[in-house]
């Protein structure tokens, strides 16, 4: 199994910027991807973006695209979104994932961390 748990959520005003960080432990070598998604109060969780694990390659999601950085530190098994000109919409708990390698979905999740995005 995959243990993660992120870190670095809080409250910025609207402009601002945030890193998140979600540190993998257990059987990390079978990590193939890491993502980020998040879900706002009321609506269906949304994917933010991923990152191959092996390679770096990062895929983002058009809502975020030019704004948020995926990125990882294989090291430390630590992958982290960076998040600059923050909006209001962008208010949500954010939860990292693993897609393991074999599987086909995401199949490890973080507890999530609060960001919010004041006006």
């Known amino acids: 199994q995959v243990q993660l748990v992120e870190s670095g959520g809080g409250l910025v005003q609207a402009g601002g910027s945030l890193r998140l960080s979600c540190a993998a432990s257990g059987r990390t070598s079978s990590i193939y991807i890491m993502g980020w998604f998040r879900q706002a109060p009321g609506k269906e969780r949304e994917f933010v973006a991923r990152?191959?694990?092996?390679?770096?390659?990062?895929y983002s999601g058009d809502s975020v695209k030019g704004r948020f950085t995926i990125s990882r530190d294989n090291a430390k098994n630590t992958v982290y979104l960076q998040m600059n000109s923050l909006k209001p919409e962008d208010t949500a708990v954010y939860y990292c994932?693993?897609?393991?390698?074999?599987?086909?979905?995401?199949?490890?999740w973080g507890q999530g961390t609060q960001v919010t995005v004041s006006s």
């Open positions: 994932a693993v897609n393991s390698r074999g599987s086909s979905r995401y199949d490890y």
């Open positions: 990152i191959t694990w092996s390679t770096g390659s990062t």
